[in-house]
């Protein structure tokens, strides 16, 4: 998909929007167009995917996090409003958060934008290893209890874990395909950490992923 054809999928437009389950609006702060893997394919990428932790702290260019989030999370299908990733029942319940250096974002898939919810840094809150506060970026996933399918608390955890491993997965890749290294991670304080991200009540931290380049 070249650059053209991957705006007019994202959608993008910037516009006002409201952070859901705060009630806090704000302008998105629209994302440059993403940088693209070109002609690298699906085998090689999958040839490529792997776990790895040896993460340099220095940052991701704007338009690879661009790239990034659509390919987590993004719009590929405008006329449907459908995502790069399933959900059940297309409820898109997952969120995902962006914990950087200069503070928290929460990005928009319609508007394939980002909005700052504050400067402080919590990188290091997202996971109880010691890597997750010197990497620059920690994507955190984010359930909204009130949209997953399911009719009992044991299917709708279910459906949340398995929504929020199709993220996962399309990020693993994007980073197999562009050089990135990234590690998912589940060893997290869930309540320390929707604290220190002023979650609502009935948004469950459901896993971290943290990524940038691999050290030399």
Not at 24 to 49: D, F, N, Q, V
Not at 146 to 153: E, L
């Given at each position: 998909?070249?650059?053209r054809?991957?705006?007019?999928?994202?959608?993008?437009?910037?516009?006002?929007?409201?952070?859901?389950g705060?009630?806090?609006?704000?302008?998105a702060?629209t994302l440059?167009?993403?940088?693209?893997?070109?002609?690298?394919t699906?085998?090689?990428?999958?040839?490529?995917?792997?776990?790895r932790r040896d993460i340099?702290?220095?940052?991701?260019p704007d338009?690879?996090?661009?790239g990034l989030l659509?390919?987590?999370?993004?719009v590929?299908?405008?006329e449907?409003?459908?995502?790069?990733?399933?959900?059940?029942?297309?409820?898109?319940?997952?969120d995902i958060?962006?914990?950087?250096?200069d503070?928290?974002?929460?990005?928009?898939?319609?508007?394939?934008?980002?909005m700052?919810?504050s400067?402080a840094?919590?990188?290091?809150?997202?996971?109880k290893q010691?890597?997750?506060?010197?990497?620059?970026?920690?994507?955190?996933?984010?359930a909204?209890?009130?949209?997953?399918?399911g009719?009992?608390?044991e299917?709708?955890?279910?459906?949340?874990?398995?929504d929020?491993?199709f993220?996962?997965?399309n990020v693993?890749?994007?980073?197999?395909?562009m050089?990135l290294?990234t590690?998912?991670?589940?060893?997290?304080?869930?309540?320390a950490l929707?604290?220190?991200?002023?979650?609502?009540?009935g948004?469950r931290?459901t896993?971290a992923q943290?990524?940038?380049y691999?050290?030399?």
């Amino acid at each position: 998909m070249d650059r053209r054809h991957f705006l007019m999928a994202a959608g993008v437009v910037a516009a006002g929007w409201a952070v859901p389950g705060t009630g806090l609006a704000g302008p998105a702060s629209t994302l440059p167009a993403p940088a693209l893997p070109g002609a690298k394919t699906l085998e090689e990428a999958l040839r490529l995917r792997q776990t790895r932790r040896d993460i340099d702290s220095r940052p991701v260019p704007d338009d690879v996090l661009s790239g990034l989030l659509w390919a987590a999370g993004g719009v590929n299908r405008p006329e449907a409003g459908k995502r790069t990733a399933p959900t059940a029942q297309n409820r898109q319940e997952i969120d995902i958060y962006v914990a950087k250096a200069d503070g928290l974002y929460l990005y928009a898939p319609k508007d394939h934008a980002l909005m700052q919810l504050s400067g402080a840094d919590i990188r290091a809150a997202t996971g109880k290893q010691a890597l997750a506060g010197t990497v620059p970026v920690n994507l955190v996933y984010v359930a909204d209890m009130g949209k997953v399918a399911g009719s009992t608390a044991e299917e709708k955890l279910f459906y949340a874990g398995a929504d929020t491993g199709f993220v996962s997965q399309n990020v693993y890749l994007y980073c197999a395909a562009m050089g990135l290294a990234t590690v998912v991670r589940a060893s997290i304080d869930t309540a320390a950490l929707a604290k220190a991200m002023g979650l609502a009540e009935g948004k469950r931290v459901t896993l971290a992923q943290s990524l940038g380049y691999p050290k030399a």
